[in-house]
């Protein structure tokens, strides 16, 4: 499976914009680029997914690179409860397999 | 609506021992995943059971083992336990039919072994 990168930590101020980057320098064509993000004592929530346009949805957005290798998960608005692990994970869909294949995440930590 | 709820949340058992975790998927949903969290780490896939029959599996020795019931809802069983086994056991549902989309986890069942 192709692997990403992501720094082990960042810390953000409440109400202003989260850059959590992503590099996926092997990432095949039929990969996807999920993310999901883990709050403090719940299992893992799934957040974005994307192939190769930018994604919006009510949670973020997922900014792709134009060669695919990297990608960018924006929080807009950072509030308290966006504190969480975060985790970039590459989905290849042609594959039964369906399951997921986790790193360990970047622990996103939001100041007041 | 429900999501996917596993039982018991906690609990404690000693080496040598075995044991059983519950999860119901969320309504709706035909496919369950089990994941293993070590403190610290990411979730590393286990097993995953469609149509009561494994159908994926990751690096994990034959003492895991599970099943799927016609309901859907699924059980983890764990033999011979060792102190690695120590973990949050995830729980996740999703329907065959989104296969691609998003898995939906419980909120876990920690596992202690002493």
């Known amino acids: 499976d192709a692997k990403t990168t992501q720094p082990n930590s960042m810390e953000s101020n409440e109400e202003e914009p989260v850059h959590l980057p992503c590099n996926h320098s092997t990432i095949s064509g039929t990969d996807y680029i999920h993310w999901y993000r883990q709050l403090p004592s719940q299992g893992p929530e799934y957040v974005i997914h994307?192939?190769?346009s930018n994604v919006n949805n009510r949670m973020a957005s997922l900014a792709i690179a134009e060669d695919r290798k990297s990608s960018t998960l924006i929080l807009h608005r950072a509030t308290l409860r966006d504190a969480a692990v975060y985790y970039c994970i590459l989905r290849d869909h042609r594959r039964s397999a369906r399951q997921l294949t986790f790193g360990s995440g970047t622990q996103l930590t939001v100041l007041p | 609506d429900a999501g996917v709820t596993q039982s018991p949340t906690h609990l404690i058992k000693t080496r040598g021992q075995q044991v059983t975790l519950r999860c119901s998927p969320k309504?709706?949903?035909?496919?369950v995943s089990w994941y293993q969290q070590a403190l610290g780490q990411g979730p590393q896939f286990i097993f995953q059971y469609y149509e009561e029959e494994e159908r994926q599996r990751g690096n994990f020795p034959d003492r895991f083992s599970g099943h799927q019931f016609p309901n859907y809802s699924s059980e983890l069983n764990v033999n011979a336990l060792l102190l690695g086994d120590s973990a949050l056991y995830l729980c996740?549902?999703?329907?065959?039919?989104?296969?691609?989309?998003?898995?939906?986890f419980g909120e876990g069942s920690r596992l202690t072994v002493l």
């Open positions: 994307g192939l190769t």
């Open positions: 309504s709706g949903h035909d496919t």
């Open positions: 996740a549902s999703s329907s065959l039919a989104g296969a691609y989309g998003e898995l939906f």
